[in-house]
């Protein structure tokens, strides 16, 4: 697990439920996200990608 993940980590769980729902912060290309969705969201996308890459590159 990287640092940055770490990091990520120890400060969403500094946070309330209350907070994770209600605090809202930009994203570039979905508009605004409350911090709970952005969190969600990103750990998808890095699936996603993680997968696609997984299946191109497990022949090489």
Same mark, same amino acid.
């Given at each position: 697990? =990287? /640092? =940055?993940? &770490? &990091? /990520?980590?120890? &400060? #969403?769980?500094?946070?309330?439920?209350?907070?994770?729902?209600? /605090?809202?912060? +930009?994203? +570039?290309?979905?508009? &605004?996200?409350?911090?709970?969705?952005? #969190?969600?969201?990103?750990?998808?996308?890095? *699936?996603?990608?993680?997968?696609? /890459?997984? *299946?191109?590159? *497990?022949?090489?």
């Amino acid at each position: 697990m =990287s /640092l =940055s993940n &770490k &990091k /990520l980590q120890n &400060k #969403v769980r500094r946070k309330s439920d209350l907070n994770l729902d209600r /605090l809202v912060i +930009p994203h +570039p290309l979905m508009g &605004k996200m409350t911090i709970r969705e952005i #969190v969600m969201w990103s750990a998808y996308h890095l *699936e996603h990608h993680t997968t696609i /890459l997984s *299946e191109k590159y *497990e022949n090489l």
